[in-house]
């Protein structure tokens, strides 16, 4: 009997609808001061195991990692989305 490979399809399905993450959120009175790492976070739901990244969630660095994370369609309830006036 052959040994299986089980290749892993990692997908990147964030709220920002890109791929590559888009830079911190632009605020109206000013750039906010973040991590230099907030752009190469990435977390994973752990429910349908798409990739997001943190910034684009609100979550800037590894203290702000929750143990268990679930992304906007798995749970909703979970997530307050916001927009400011450049969208």
Not at 20 to 25: A, K, V
Not at 49 to 62: A, F, K, L, T, Y
Request: aromatic fraction near 6%; hydrophobic fraction near 25%; include cysteine.
């Amino acid at each position: 009997m052959e040994d299986e490979i089980i290749e892993d399809n990692e997908v990147t399905r964030c709220i920002c609808e890109n791929q590559d993450y888009p830079g911190p959120p632009i605020v109206e009175d000013g750039a906010e001061d973040l991590s230099e790492d907030a752009g190469s976070l990435f977390i994973q739901c752990d429910q349908c195991s798409v990739w997001q990244h943190g910034g684009c969630v609100g979550i800037m660095d590894d203290t702000m990692t929750p143990e268990n994370y679930y992304c906007e369609q798995c749970r909703p309830d979970f997530h307050e989305l916001k927009e400011n006036s450049l969208g």
